[in-house]
RNA sequence: GCGGGUGUCGUAUAACGGCUAUUAUCCCAGUUUUCCAAACUGGUGACGGGAGUUCGACCCUCCCCACCCGCACCA
């Protein structure tokens, strides 16, 4: 039922309840930006918990990284940003296509077979921003595109630093941006985002092991996030496809509301990255095993994954309807790990002041213990059930005369709707 | 970026070159209600933005913005 769910649907949802609104929205918007509404922000801040649990906080060979978001250019001119954002572009001038001008062969349009073309102009997928007051070439600078090169920058740091054996990796969370010509498809596609990488040094013969290893841990994560098995496809970029610095990729696919694509992407990177710094900043990354062995240059898995996708994957996996009493009912069946709010508590009837004030000791009680608990005494406890299907909350306790009398509550299931009476003290228990 | 389309309360909608605009739902407050969007009362809330034409523009014209569909782009 999940799979028919419609982008719309899922953006209106978001809306409505508090997950996502479009950037800038009140002074009418700004193209691929959006901002995180109070269940959005929780929801991510989950999403980025689990993803650093999984891959950092549980491991012993990862090292955590947060870097400056603006970096000296001779970054990106390593890392052969500038030139591969910066290829000029012409138009066909019969059918309009906008093609890289070294793509172009026998000076015909791929497209049409027509040969005028407008004059190249030049397109440059990084923000731009200047440093200091005065704004000349010098102080051009730039707005990370990935979040990548702030690992590699700092790879000789932490090796000077801890030492640690290889295999190890170094994790980084945070925003990157990129100036895309089209953002689309809701928080798919946008031109500001997050991005959960990590980069993984291995021994230039162990790649493949380590390639193999890391497959094997994104399919758990994307299990943990609730994205069902069978939308989630593996696809292995062809050598044209790839980006410059890769010799393998795969993308692992998720089937979104808008059709199957990216959700996210393992690499190998192979010494691109860091035979780059070497030769740009004269340092050598060369790394000395502990054992003696010949000195080499780490090569580079690295997973990456957007907070935005992970989310949209989430949320359209989660989505689901069916019928409560005849009546439509729509409900985010997110994993309980992942889920705002994990408890709702409810007065059975909320102008009976003994049933409000016992499920305010009750919230009270759940709230200091879970954290994410809300207080809901809206229209009736029909509604109520619905407003929390609606976000995902996975309990809703409920206080009727009966708790006054033996101290039990009714908890009910959003997957199930079916509710079972406990004592008061079990609940935590139930729940945990 | 290109071509096409769309733009009225949060959502879905109605009307009109002439009282700053309909209805439903949602939301908020209250009454009521002993478990799955009940009912009743009241309330907040919109013509995407800016120019122009006009005595008067939500409506006509232009520009901008955003969104949707294609194309291209997505190292």
Redesign the pocket.
């Known amino acids: 039922m999940s799979g028919e769910v419609s982008?719309?649907t899922i953006?209106?949802l978001c809306?409505?309840r508090g997950f996502m609104y479009?950037g800038s929205e009140i002074?009418?918007?700004?193209?691929?930006t959006w901002d995180y509404g109070p269940l959005g922000t929780v929801l991510k801040r989950k999403i980025l918990n689990l993803w650093w649990e999984t891959f950092v906080g549980s491991r012993d060979d990862m090292y955590d990284i947060d870097s400056a978001i603006l970096m000296n250019p001779k970054v990106w001119q390593a890392s052969?940003?500038v030139d591969?954002?910066t290829?000029p572009?012409v138009?066909c001038q019969n059918?309009?296509?906008?093609?890289?001008e070294d793509?172009i062969k026998d000076k015909k349009c791929p497209?049409c077979g027509k040969d005028k073309f407008s004059e190249p102009r030049q397109?440059n997928?990084m923000f731009k921003t200047n440093i200091g007051p005065v704004q000349d070439e010098k102080s051009i600078s730039y707005l990370r595109?990935?979040t990548?090169q702030g690992i590699f920058t700092n790879f000789k740091n932490v090796v000077d630093s801890f030492y640690p054996d290889v295999p190890f990796g170094m994790a980084q969370i945070g925003k990157?941006f990129?100036n895309?010509?089209?953002?689309?498809?809701?928080i798919f596609?946008s031109r500001e985002f997050e991005q959960m990488e990590i980069e993984y040094f291995v021994h230039p013969e162990e790649w493949e092991k380590a390639f193999e290893q890391w497959r094997k841990d994104i399919h758990k994560f994307l299990k943990a996030l609730g994205l069902p098995a069978d939308k989630v496809h593996e696809l292995e970029v062809p050598d044209a496809?790839r980006?410059?610095?890769s010799k393998r990729t795969i993308d692992f696919e998720f089937d979104f509301p808008?059709g199957r694509e990216e959700l996210l992407g393992l690499a190998y990177r192979t010494d691109f990255d860091l035979m780059n710094i070497q030769k740009a900043s004269g340092k050598s990354m060369e790394y000395r095993p502990k054992d003696g062995g010949a000195p080499f240059v780490p090569h580079v898995i690295e997973p990456s994954f957007g907070v935005e996708r992970a989310m949209m994957a989430v949320l359209s996996a989660a989505y689901t309807e069916d019928e409560?009493?005849g009546?439509?009912?729509?409900y985010l069946k997110l994993p309980a790990d992942l889920a705002p709010v994990k408890v709702a508590v409810s007065p059975?009837?909320?102008?009976?002041p003994e049933l409000a004030d016992k499920a305010r000791e009750v919230y009270k009680m759940l709230k200091k213990e879970f954290g994410a608990v809300m207080y809901d005494d809206?229209?009736?406890?029909?509604?109520r059930?619905?407003?929390q299907?609606?976000i995902g909350t996975p309990y809703?306790v409920?206080?009727?005369?009966?708790?006054l009398e033996d101290d039990t509550?009714?908890v009910?299931?959003r997957d199930t709707?079916?509710?079972k009476?406990i004592k008061i003290a079990g609940i935590i228990t139930t729940m945990s």
Not at 27 to 32: D, T, V
Not at 95 to 100: P, S
Not at 327 to 330: G, N, S, V
Not at 348 to 352: A, G, M, R, Y
């Open positions: 982008l719309e953006v209106s809306k409505r479009q002074y009418g918007g700004l193209a691929g052969g940003h591969t954002f290829d572009l138009e059918c309009h296509a906008r093609l890289r793509y497209v397109f997928m595109p990935e990548a990157a990129r895309e010509i089209s953002p689309r498809d809701f596609r496809d980006a410059h610095y808008i409560v009493n009546e439509k009912r729509a059975l009837l909320k102008n009976k809206n229209g009736n406890i029909g509604k059930y619905r407003r299907d609606e809703c409920t206080i009727d005369f009966d708790t509550v009714t009910r299931s709707t079916e509710q009476r």
